[in-house]
């Protein structure tokens, strides 16, 4: 089983429609990371979670440590928000990094 | 400020052929990563380094590939001799420490024919 699992792996919605990206982990973590990925394109760094909840923009990131869990939301969601978005955590002990599979997320107009 | 630089952004190599990737991280950032991606898939770890010490290369192959920080700085990482399925991207990652903002470069992107 997976450290870190991410829900759903792909996800298609219409332009304007309130988006969820979930991320579940099993170990112990000092932070988690929310990163975003553009077909062919590098990967940026949208946030880094230790607890509560961060906003930029049209994205949330939450995290709930007793749960082990952080969801990613985008609202009002645009084509140009279709890419990968990964989660990954940071040990708590020795800061290695775990990534999930990644969600594909497709926005149509 | 300059972000995370990669080179080269693009090699094509023949198999049994060497090749080196560049990186150069953020300036102070002390925690460096060099990871592997496949197409359609995430990033797999293949060193990590906090200043010039590698404290997790668990999933470097060491026949074929190796890294060097010198100085605690850039990096170099190697492949001799290449094969088909190292065909991927090369992604290099710093953040300032083990558990900080990560930065990505855009990744040197090998063909090995």
């Known amino acids: 089983k997976n450290e870190v699992e991410q829900s759903p792996q792909n996800l298609t919605a219409q332009e304007g429609e309130f988006i969820t990206i979930n991320c579940s982990y099993s170990v112990g973590i000092s932070a988690l990371h929310w990163l975003q990925q553009h077909p062919g394109g590098g990967i940026v760094s949208l946030f880094m979670l230790s607890s509560g909840k961060k906003k930029h923009g049209r994205l949330i990131a939450t995290i709930n440590i007793q749960e082990k869990h952080s969801s990613l939301h985008i609202t009002a969601s645009h084509p140009r928000d279709s890419a990968v978005y990964i989660c990954a955590v940071v040990g708590g002990s020795n800061y290695k990094l775990t990534f999930g599979k990644g969600t594909l997320l497709t926005v149509n107009p | 400020e300059a972000g995370v630089v990669q080179s080269p952004r693009y090699k094509i190599i023949e198999k049994k052929q060497p090749v080196a990737f560049w990186c150069n991280p953020i300036?102070?950032?002390?925690?460096l990563y060099w990871y592997l991606q496949n197409l359609g898939q995430g990033p797999e770890l293949l060193i990590r380094y906090e200043n010039e010490e590698a404290v997790d290369d668990s999933q470097l192959p060491k026949d074929r590939f190796s890294a060097e920080r010198l100085k605690g700085v850039d990096s170099t990482l190697k492949i001799q001799p290449a094969e088909l399925g190292d065909s991927a991207v090369y992604l290099c990652a710093s953040s300032a420490r083990g558990a900080g903002e990560l930065f990505f470069g855009e990744g040197s992107r090998l063909t090995v024919l």
């Open positions: 300036s102070g950032h002390n925690t």
